[in-house]
């Protein structure tokens, strides 16, 4: 059987995941409050705003607080000559070796949040899919990049 990765994220990685997913929580605060207001103009059951206030509470706490650490854990890759070996997942897990030879683009990508950590993420583009290397200090994301684009390039040459 084939070695587990070896590389990891950067340690900023849940404080990032924390953030985006706060964001969302924001979103899903929105049903409740909304419900709240209704319940003034409709005669309406106000158990549901309870169902809806321990949906958003249960979200917060899985997956702001604890699924975070649990997926920069999981989450390992490796760059090889042939292949790019990625290993994410908490409750399924996946594994997933990208051959050079299929690789058609690869691409740093960098939104507000990762910008203000100083954080990129890598994408790499086969026919089928992309796959995603997350949360990289920039000059490693670059780095990383342009090992892969090299690689690639050699691969399609061989």
């Known amino acids: 059987m084939r070695e587990v990765p070896t590389k990891r994220l950067s340690k900023k990685s849940i404080t990032i995941w924390r953030i985006q997913r706060s964001f969302e929580g924001i979103f899903l605060l929105i049903l409740p409050i909304g419900y709240a207001i209704a319940l003034n103009y409709f005669d309406w059951p106000s158990w549901i705003l ?3 206030i321990s949906i958003l509470v249960l979200y917060i706490v899985a997956l702001i607080i604890i699924w975070p650490p ?3 854990r999981r989450f390992r890759y490796q760059v090889l000559e042939q292949e790019i070996d990625i290993v994410q997942g908490v409750v399924i897990v996946r594994r997933t ?3 050079m030879t299929r690789i058609q683009h690869v691409e740093t990508e960098q939104g507000p949040i990762l910008r203000r950590y100083k954080m990129a993420s890598v994408e790499i583009q086969t026919a089928a ?3 995603r290397i997350p949360v990289l200090p920039i000059e490693e994301a670059d780095e990383l990049r342009d090992q892969i684009a090299r690689l690639a390039a050699v691969a399609l040459d061989e």
Do not use: K
Request: proline share 8%.
């Open 129 to 131: 899919t992309t796959h």
């Open 70 to 72: 649990i997926q920069w």
């Open 50 to 52: 309870i169902v809806l």
């Open 97 to 99: 070796l990208v051959p």
